[in-house]
């Protein structure tokens, strides 16, 4: 099976564990994309995030500056997020025209209930925009520390049918998880899902480095969980919340104990808005293999 639909890097093995990472960021950050570009390897992936509040114009723009630095943007669209089917449709076309995007990663949403007509990420992919604008491949979530709404069968046979449907429509699945701080879970999820026969390529979520007590409330928000002993795994105290934490520990059990019972992985990292210190810290570990 040929991965270059996703992404042309995808159809070799990485020689290290950092080779071939992705970047997330908000419409917000280009600033940081811009001092970071240098350190960047050429066609990285930059995801951009769907946020409360994004105009379309914010996302077109960070899209754009993604694709003139070099990298390949790929926009998040959150379906609760989205009011309308006509500006679905002028998000999904805009983008193909005026930052020539080939891949997009698709989310429910925060929302509890949706602003428009779409419900989940499955209605967004029914519509046939995606296929019918050209692009390529479709990222889709996954939950390795579970999800909270879901039990983990659940999650599966979601992943299990949104793949189905992606490939049924010309195009190629690709699973992005989000960040956490247990590289166990990480790794027994991905023997999980390929026993249900899910081959799909997998970035795993990794938190870039940044301050302890901002980090705690990121996972909060986003419902990681953070117990004392899960944290503990990561590297930090939970009496001791002052000072950084990067992902050093996590990301050597990775490099470690990745095998061919994992499939195809790869890194993606988020910055909580601190891509030039992400980008450092990727940097450094890479120089220490």
């Known amino acids: 099976m040929s991965y270059a639909q996703i992404h042309p890097n995808w159809d070799r093995d990485p020689e290290f564990i950092t080779e071939g990472f992705s970047v997330e960021i908000t419409a917000k950050e280009i600033h940081g994309l811009r001092e970071a570009a240098p350190k960047l390897p050429p066609d990285t992936p930059v995801a951009i995030t769907f946020l409360r509040g994004d105009t379309l114009e914010a996302r077109l723009a960070a899209a754009r500056e993604v694709r003139a630095l070099g990298f390949e943007p790929m926009p998040h669209f959150s379906a609760r997020r989205i009011q309308s089917e006509t500006e679905f449709k002028k998000t999904v076309e805009s983008m193909v025209k005026e930052a020539r995007v080939r891949r997009c990663f698709v989310i429910a949403g925060d929302p509890p209930t949706p602003e428009g007509p779409y419900q989940d990420s499955a209605s967004l992919i029914e519509t046939g925009l995606f296929e019918a604008n050209g692009i390529l491949a479709i990222g889709i979530a996954g939950h390795p520390q579970g999800h909270p709404n879901m039990t983990d069968e659940e999650c599966f046979s979601v992943l299990e049918k949104k793949c189905a449907m992606i490939h049924a429509r010309g195009m190629k699945p690709i699973i ?68 950084t934490a990067g992902p050093d520990k996590m990301v050597d059990v990775f490099a470690r104990s990745f095998g061919s019972e994992h499939g195809r992985v790869r890194l993606h990292f988020y910055s909580f808005g601190g891509l030039p210190k992400t980008v450092e810290w990727i940097e450094n570990y890479t120089k220490h293999l």
């Open 176 to 243: 992005v998880t989000q960040f956490g701080f247990d590289p166990d879970a990480f790794m027994q999820w991905l023997v999980d899902l390929r026993k249900r026969g899910i081959d799909a390529p997998v970035r795993i979520g990794v938190p870039g480095p940044t301050n302890i007590q901002s980090l705690l409330k990121f996972a909060t928000r986003c419902g990681v969980t953070a117990s004392a002993s899960v944290l503990a795994k990561y590297g930090i105290s939970i009496t001791k919340l002052l000072g």
